[in-house]
């Protein structure tokens, strides 16, 4: 199992930026991929972005595409989401997740392990 801490969340005015962390522990040398959901009350939660544990390659939603950068540093088994241009339509509560494969990692069922979630809140 694969413990994650999210980290980086906030309030801020639209089009400002933040940087969200999560932080991995335990059984992290078979990550195939981590990812960054969200969830707005009301809503489903839904995809935001992913990167492939060893070659990095990252896929994001169509809304935040050009706006949000996934990263990771494997050497410290976190990984990061930089938002910019942020949109109160952004409001949510952010998780981090941790996938064993490389499938199916821009659905919810593609993943194993889950943070707690960090609150990002962007005023008007």
């Known amino acids: 199992q694969v413990q994650l801490v999210e980290s980086g969340g906030g309030l801020v005015q639209a089009g400002g930026s933040l940087r969200l962390s999560c932080a991995a522990s335990g059984r992290t040398f078979n990550t195939g991929a981590m990812g960054w959901f969200r969830q707005a009350p009301g809503k489903e939660r839904q995809f935001v972005a992913t990167i492939t544990w060893r070659d990095s390659i990252a896929y994001y939603a169509d809304s935040v595409k050009g706006r949000f950068t996934i990263s990771r540093d494997n050497a410290k088994n976190t990984v990061y989401l930089q938002m910019t241009s942020l949109k109160p339509e952004d409001t949510a509560v952010y998780y981090c997740?941790?996938?064993?494969?490389?499938?199916?990692?821009?659905?919810?069922?593609?993943?194993?392990?889950w943070g707690q979630g960090t609150q990002v809140t962007v005023s008007s």
């Open positions: 997740a941790s996938a064993r494969t490389r499938s199916n990692v821009q659905i919810r069922g593609g993943y194993d392990d």
